[in-house]
């Protein structure tokens, strides 16, 4: 089971008076998810200027180095080449997997958002797939359990059936709907607003409680009555 935390600044401290400020605090909040073994940390602040952005993730690494977690840069290839982390989380629009891929010396960890069936067969090369949103979230619309099922299966089948490509659940997930996500077949899920300190959002828990909260949702002998 993965857990995947996907930051966001704004949300964590909407009264940071710079991005520096914003920046800072993420740092220091992101060392709990590193001592409560969060696999993978998402840093999704594409609004940060380049070399504030390298800082943070530069960073992140750092508390990261040597531990279970893994730390990815959404969508900026470069910052996460030039500041050491695990990888780059792909979105959408990006380019193909294998490009990006090429552009490392040693091996890293490519993820990417999918949210369709098309999509998933087109990625399956990644090492992981995001996909959402399951939930309502926001202003995005839930694609349902059963568009989740559906990717699980394409996913499962992998490119030319010789590799499979694990597929976590995103978009309005909650303790109680990562156990549905899990009997669809998800091998995890990833979340913003859960991880955020409690009070900040609606559902949040904070780190430690949220992570907890997930872990018993995928225990196996509380989710049977699902499968």
């Known amino acids: 089971m993965t857990l995947c935390l996907v930051t966001d600044r704004h949300?964590?401290?909407p009264d940071a008076r710079t991005d520096r400020d914003g920046a800072l605090r993420m740092a220091r909040w992101l060392e709990e998810a590193v001592a409560v073994g969060i696999d993978v940390i998402q840093l999704r602040e594409r609004d940060l200027p380049?070399?504030?952005f390298c800082d943070l993730a530069r960073s992140v690494a750092g508390i990261a180095s040597g531990t279970r977690t893994m730390v990815v840069v959404n969508d900026r290839a470069d910052v996460a080449l030039a500041s050491g982390c695990d990888g780059v989380h792909l979105p959408g629009d990006a380019p193909p997997v294998a490009r990006v891929r090429a552009l490392?010396?040693?091996p890293w960890l490519v993820g990417r958002s999918v949210h369709n069936l098309e999509e998933t067969r087109a990625h399956a090369d990644a090492d992981y797939?995001?996909?959402g949103a399951v939930y309502d979230s926001g202003p995005k619309h839930g694609r349902g359990l059963d568009a989740l099922r559906t990717v699980v299966?394409?996913?499962?089948r992998g490119v030319s059936r010789a590799h499979s490509v694990s597929v976590i659940a995103i978009g309005g997930v909650t303790a109680q709907r990562a156990a549905e996500c899990m009997a669809a077949g998800a091998a995890g899920v990833g979340a913003i607003r859960l991880f955020l300190p409690p009070g900040r959002a609606t559902g949040?828990?904070?780190i430690a409680a949220g992570a907890a909260a997930l872990r018993a949702a995928f225990d196996p002998a509380a989710t049977s009555h699902l499968q």
């Open 104 to 106: 490392a010396v040693a």
């Open 129 to 131: 797939l995001l996909f």
């Open 11 to 13: 949300q964590l401290d």
């Open 153 to 156: 299966t394409a996913a499962g």
């Open 50 to 52: 380049a070399r504030l």
């Open 204 to 206: 949040s828990l904070g």
